[in-house]
Nanobody, 115 residues
Framework: QVQVVESGGGSVQPGGSLRLSCVAS????????MGWYRQGPGKQRELVAR???????NYADVVKGRFTISRDNAKNTVSLQMNSLKPDDTAAYYC?????????WGQGTQVTVSS
């Protein structure tokens, strides 16, 4: 059974930092591209950052230079370090695992950036 579980969300003031983690089990983790998506209030879900099985990364323009995605294949974990957070970063953040047309989603973790 595949499980994708996010953690690390919370409330933070503008300019603060948070680190999200996602553990995926039941899959050959190292084969999967891993991504973080987010969905803000009244908005569509959007890609935040993605890391390929080979470790290549890409980011949404709005988070470049502030967010860093990384993976630890030994721990089946992908992380998202978020710095210089802005109120517009407020959203539910979802972890996604994808490989050859198979995709798995976590339940999401809420990030709220507010003073």
């Amino acid at each position: 059974q595949v499980q994708v579980v996010e953690s690390g969300g919370g409330s933070v003031q503008p300019g603060g930092s948070l680190r999200l983690s996602c553990v995926a089990s039941g899959i050959s983790f190292s084969r999967y591209a891993m991504g973080w998506y987010r969905q803000g209030p009244g908005k569509q879900r959007e890609l935040v950052a993605r890391i390929s099985s080979a470790g290549s990364t890409n980011y949404a323009d709005v988070v470049k230079g502030r967010f860093t995605i990384s993976r630890d294949n030994a721990k089946n974990t992908v992380s998202l370090q978020m710095n210089s957070l802005k109120p517009d970063d407020t959203a539910a953040y979802y972890c996604n695992a994808g490989f050859l047309g198979s995709y798995y989603w976590g339940q999401g973790t809420q990030v709220t950036v507010s003073s």
